[in-house]
Each structure stands twice: as C-alpha cells, then as structure tokens.
Nanobody
C-alpha cells in the first residue's frame, strides 16, 4: 500500500521559513517522482515543486523559484521542501504525491498523501 506522510506545516510570520517532509512507503522510492502541491481556500490546486528520485531532476513553479528548494533522502525515502522568504500568499494546505515522471501536472500523479497546513501571517 502506497503511503505518503506529509508533515512540517505550521504558522510562521512573513519572511520566515518552514521545512516540509514527505515520508514515502509502499513503492520503490528510487523509481518515482515526488511532487508538492498546494491548495488555498477558494483556489485551484497548484503544483509547487517536484523531484525525480531517479536522476534528481526538479521542476519548480515560477511562484516559488528562488525561495523554495526541494530535495530528497533516498536512505530515508523522504522528500523535503525547504520554504524560505515565505509570503502570506503561500498560505495553503500542502500535499505530496507520487508520479512516474517529472511534471507539475496534478493528473499525472498516482497517489496522494494527506495535507499539512502552512499559514503565513503578514
């Protein structure tokens, strides 16, 4: 059974940082891509960043480039999203998901974890 456990969300002031973690199990971690998505109230789900466990290639959304960094630890089957210089518009529920290839297109993702809330106060 595929399991994706997202954690690390919380409340932070604008300009602050958080690190999200996505612990994966139930599939061959090194064969897949892990992506981070977010959804704010009343808005559509948005792809944030993804990383391939095959070759380490990444894609970042324009809205987070230069502020967020995705990384992986294959020994721990975990993907991290380091979020710096947070803005109130980054407030959302953040989800991690698994896909067979690098993309920020949500429909390509096979399984999803539960979300973790990130709230950035101004």
């Amino acid at each position: 059974e595929v399991q994706l456990q997202a954690s690390g969300g919380g409340l932070v002031q604008a300009g602050g940082s958080l690190r999200l973690s996505c612990a994966a199990s139930g599939f061959r971690f090194d064969d897949y891509v892990i992506g981070w998505f977010r959804q704010a109230p009343g808005k559509e789900r948005e792809g944030v960043s993804c990383i391939s466990s095959v070759d380490g290639s990444t894609i970042d959304a324009d809205s987070v480039q230069g502020r967020f960094a995705i990384s992986r630890d294959s020994a721990k089957n975990t993907v991290y999203l380091q979020m710096n210089s947070l803005k109130p518009e980054d407030t959302a529920v953040y989800y991690c998901a698994v896909a067979p290839f690098v993309t920020l297109y949500a429909d390509s993702y096979i399984d999803w974890g539960q979300g973790t809330q990130v709230t950035v106060s101004s």
